[in-house]
């Protein structure tokens, strides 16, 4: 099982950026498709991306879609969460996740976890 390790998190006022990491401990098929998810306070996890099974592509939640991208450094192992315009409600603690599928409204995978970055965003 590959170990996932998040960096990044920070405080942030609202309309700003932050760029988080997700290193894998090792290469393998699982790192291809690296997703998001968060957990705000009081409230259950959530998924921001994952890969989209039905196209291909990248799916991203609506709550986010627009602002949030997702890069790759194949040679670190690394996937990056790009987060622009941030707002309040993006305060959370950030997981990335490996495999994420998404289909139809459910993710699937999600053998291995890190252990969250925070990001927090106010004034």
């Known amino acids: 099982q590959v170990q996932l390790v998040e960096s990044g998190g920070d405080w942030v006022q609202p309309g700003g950026s932050l760029r988080l990491s997700c290193a894998a401990s090792a290469f393998t098929l699982d790192v291809y498709t690296i997703g998001w998810f968060r957990q705000a306070p009081g409230k259950e996890r959530e998924g921001v991306s994952c890969f989209s099974s039905s196209d291909g592509s990248t799916y991203y939640a609506d709550s986010v879609k627009g602002r949030f991208t997702i890069s790759r450094d194949n040679a670190k192992n690394t996937v990056y969460l790009h987060m622009n315009s941030l707002k309040p409600e993006d305060t959370a603690v950030y997981y990335c996740?490996?495999?994420?599928?998404?289909?139809?409204?459910?993710?699937?995978?999600?053998?291995?976890w890190g252990k969250g970055t925070l990001v927090t965003v106010s004034s």
């Open positions: 996740a490996a495999p994420c599928t998404y289909y139809s409204g459910t993710y699937y995978g999600l053998r291995s």
